[in-house]
């Protein structure tokens, strides 16, 4: 049974700053792995999108990239601003499209 | 493209009661799942169609739950007989085929 794990828990940053999230998945068998950020009371915004052939996927000052042979992917978040604050998740996907989701990092960037 | 559309944003209802939501996906998208997301956890995954075909279904959907997708369209999904242990974010999602999910902002549902 796909588990995903989410490292750390909770991040508090001030501006500025570099980071990097973790995800980590037990199968390895996976179609893709998904990167999103959810705001308080909404719903789920897709940040990036990772196919298992590719290693990195790129947006703005985000970069996320995936091992998949060791069941990892980190999500690298360049010049923080208050405006990244929310928390991210990651999902595993096994080409059904039913999505396995992390517990999520809760990120605070403080200005 | 409006995005995917929730409604109620907010159900308050008391235990035992029933309760519906509605969801209406992107038109093009064949596509539509519903997953549940409790405070601090990840959403998980309750059960999807393509087009009006329910194709699968999670253990975490118990009896009390059913979905239902008549025209392709729109879906809804209806708790029977409410519990405390529903509470919840109930969020929709729609795809075109396998591309990427583009998730509503959910419908947050309090059984008191």
């Known amino acids: 049974k796909q588990e995903v794990t989410q490292i750390p828990a909770a991040l508090s940053v001030p501006e500025g700053e570099n980071l990097v999230l973790n995800c980590s998945f037990t199968?390895?068998?996976?179609?893709?792995l998904q990167w999103f950020r959810q705001d308080p009371g909404k719903g789920l915004t897709s940040l990036l999108l990772i196919q298992s052939s590719q290693r990195e996927q790129t947006s703005g000052r985000l970069n996320a990239s995936l091992d998949k042979s060791s069941g990892r992917s980190t999500l690298y978040i360049a010049a923080s601003q208050p405006g990244d604050s929310a928390t991210y998740l990651c999902a595993v996907d096994g080409a059904t499209n039913k999505l396995i989701f992390g517990t999520g990092t809760l990120l605070a960037v403080q200005p | 493209d409006t995005g995917v559309s929730q409604d109620p944003r907010h159900k308050i209802t008391k235990r035992g009661q029933n309760v519906t939501f509605r969801c209406d996906p992107i038109s093009e998208h064949n596509r539509l799942y519903w997953y549940r997301q409790t405070l601090g956890q990840g959403p998980e995954f309750l059960t999807y169609f393509q087009n009006e075909a329910q194709l699968e279904k999670s253990r975490l959907l118990s009896d009390r739950f059913s979905a239902e997708r008549p025209k392709g369209s729109f879906s809804t999904l209806e708790i029977q007989r409410t519990e405390q242990g529903d509470s919840a974010m109930y969020l929709c999602a729609s795809s075109l085929d396998v591309s990427p999910l583009h998730f509503g902002n959910g419908t947050r549902l309090t059984v008191t």
């Open positions: 199968d390895s068998a996976i179609y893709n």
